[in-house]
């Protein structure tokens, strides 16, 4: 991680909301009070945002996939350049109820999007009356606004990143209830107990916000770079191992007879034996008729 304190400090990422506003449980990162606002610690902020991005790094390294919640107005463009960025799944227009909590159902309704949008590209929307591919469209725009950003998701996500914790409440609880990791940035009128990975600091000012999730972005793209190295270097394991395989099995058909060890017992002639032999050897044995006693 190359932002340090200073960074943070410049951004405006220690000013947090007025005093008569902040949450008793988040006095932990709070520096002081002054003139009626509260002041983040940005060395906590600092600590916290290290924590964060380690942990992020490693669940993508290790194939999984982050999805990033921004929906208010200061968050919307940077949070959907970063996961656009890395392709990564989002949510910035309005976060749909059950999204996680009602995975299947949700994914029934973006099945039924994919279908729409296959209709509209080969023609087949055209050949409906006007009235149905009107009411089509309409549902699709609705469809585009909730589901643009997690069509392409898969499944479940491994962690969650969240602008403004209070924003995204319904998100975070949601990601609670079904056990996904949920990193976040926490103002001074946030509960950061929501979050197993809070990170302190101004969730309201652009400048704050995008300093921050640039340095989740950058955390993103490290873990992807290291999954591409392990896939390589698992890659070439295979191979060699395969290598390895074909070169033994193949070693098998080229055994030197002369070197191969027989039993003491085992008489081997040194003339070879005629194919007639060889064919009498083949042949079975008559069984000899007992002899007929005369009366």
């Known amino acids: ?77 940077i949070v959907r350049e970063a996961a656009t960025a890395t392709n ?41 009356p006007s009235k149905e591919a009107a009411a089509i469209k309409r549902e699709m725009t609705r469809m585009q606004r909730n589901f643009s950003g997690i069509v ?17 409440k319904i998100a975070v609880a949601e990601a609670g209830r079904c056990g996904i990791p949920c990193v976040g940035i926490c103002d001074t009128n946030s509960d950061p107990g929501t979050l197993s990975h809070p990170i302190p600091g101004n969730d309201d000012a652009v400048k704050s916000i ?6 989740v972005l950058a955390a993103v793209q490290a873990g992807l770079a290291q999954r591409d190295t392990r896939r390589a270097a698992r890659g070439a394991a295979d191979l060699k191992a395969v290598t390895a395989a074909a070169a033994a099995a193949a070693n098998i058909g080229e055994v030197d007879i002369s070197k191969v060890q027989l039993p003491d017992d085992v008489v081997v002639d040194e ?16 069984a000899k008729k007992a002899p007929v006693k005369a009366e």
């Open 152 to 168: 392409d998701m898969g499944g479940m996500p491994s962690a969650m990143f969240v602008v403004d914790v209070n924003h995204e």
């Open 88 to 128: 990564m799944p989002f949510c910035v227009d309005r976060w749909l109820g059950g999204t996680l909590t009602n995975y299947e159902t949700v994914k029934k309704s973006i099945a039924k999007f994919k279908k729409y949008q296959a209709m509209e590209t080969n023609g087949e929307m055209d050949k409906l």
């Open 210 to 215: 995008r300093i921050l999730v640039e340095t």
């Open 1 to 77: 991680m190359n932002v340090t304190p200073k960074d943070l400090l410049d951004a405006g990422v220690h000013f947090g909301h007025q005093t008569k506003r902040w949450n008793p449980r988040s006095k932990g990162f709070v520096f002081d009070h002054r003139q009626g606002i509260s002041i983040i610690d940005l060395g906590k902020t600092h600590e916290a945002l290290q924590k964060a991005t380690a942990f992020i790094e490693d669940v993508v390294a290790g194939g999984g996939n982050v999805l990033f919640v921004g929906t208010k107005k200061q968050a919307k463009e």
């Open 271 to 286: 003339e070879a034996e005629t194919e007639e032999v060889v064919a009498a050897k083949k042949k079975p044995a008559r």
